[in-house]
């Protein structure tokens, strides 16, 4: 049953993000500006804790991690990183999208689970990326302003097929 629900779930996922997302954003963060600025009580909760916290650039490295999906089965490579807090993390998808980047919100840090949210563009959701659909496409996360911790992640889509890692940020 809970396969099911899991299927459920990235089908929905699926279809949002072939719903033309890219442009509603774009709508939205036009739209966005205003009426925060005139009834902030309102876009607080729309957007978490993150509408507190502005994004910080990466200042460090970009390490890359493909997205993988082929006989061999569901993976990110390397599945499992170390970075300084300051880096960035580059996504590319390979195979076997869509794929996305989703951290669960509560296995994160809750003092930095903030940052990282803000630091990362275009989400589906919160701690989620937006899927990637076709080979190439890359989505990068900075980890400026992120503390030293451990930071699981998955594929959504995958997830019930292990496609997971860890980023450990020092």
Not at 19 to 33: F, H, I, L, R, V
Not at 91 to 119: E, R, W, Y
């Amino acid at each position: 049953m809970r396969f099911y629900g899991l299927a459920l779930l990235a089908g929905a996922a699926v279809l949002g993000a072939c719903s033309g997302g890219e442009k509603k954003a774009d709508t939205t963060a036009a739209a966005t500006p205003a009426p925060s600025a005139t009834t902030p009580a309102t876009a607080a909760p729309s957007t978490g804790t993150a509408g507190a916290v502005a994004p910080i650039p990466a200042t460090g490295a970009t390490h890359e991690v493909k997205m993988i999906g082929d006989d061999k089965g569901y993976r990110f490579e390397p599945a499992n990183l170390t970075i300084k807090s300051g880096d960035a993390v580059k996504f590319i998808m390979v195979t076997g999208g869509p794929h996305n980047v989703a951290f669960d919100p509560a296995t994160i840090p809750a003092d930095s689970k903030a940052q990282l949210d803000a630091n990362m563009p275009q989400k589906m959701s919160e701690l989620s990326s937006p899927m990637l659909m076709n080979p190439n496409e890359s989505y990068t996360i900075s980890f400026g302003g992120v503390k030293p911790g451990v930071y699981p992640f998955h594929c959504t889509p995958h997830l019930a097929m292990g496609m997971k890692g860890v980023i450990t940020v020092q």
